[in-house]
């Protein structure tokens, strides 16, 4: 629950900070199909997800 708590408060943040609902949503699917275990083993899930999804709108872009 801790895992899917955490994933759900980094989309609230992330919502705020960018309204572009379908990327994030895109960026979520890959996160959580590519990340699990590392995020679990991490300490500040909600400042990964923050990182982990600035990462790649970079490198999309």
Do not use: C
């Not at 994030?24 to 990182?51: C, G, Q, Y």
Request: hydrophobic letters at 45%; proline letters at 2%; aromatic letters at 14%.
């Amino acid at each position: 629950m801790y895992y899917r708590f955490s994933l759900y408060l980094g989309i609230k943040l992330i919502n705020k900070i960018n309204s572009n609902l379908h990327f994030i949503a895109n960026e979520m699917h890959f996160i959580v199909n590519t990340r699990p275990l590392k995020w679990i083993k991490t300490k500040s899930t909600v400042d990964m997800f923050i990182m982990q999804t600035y990462t790649l709108k970079i490198k999309i872009r």
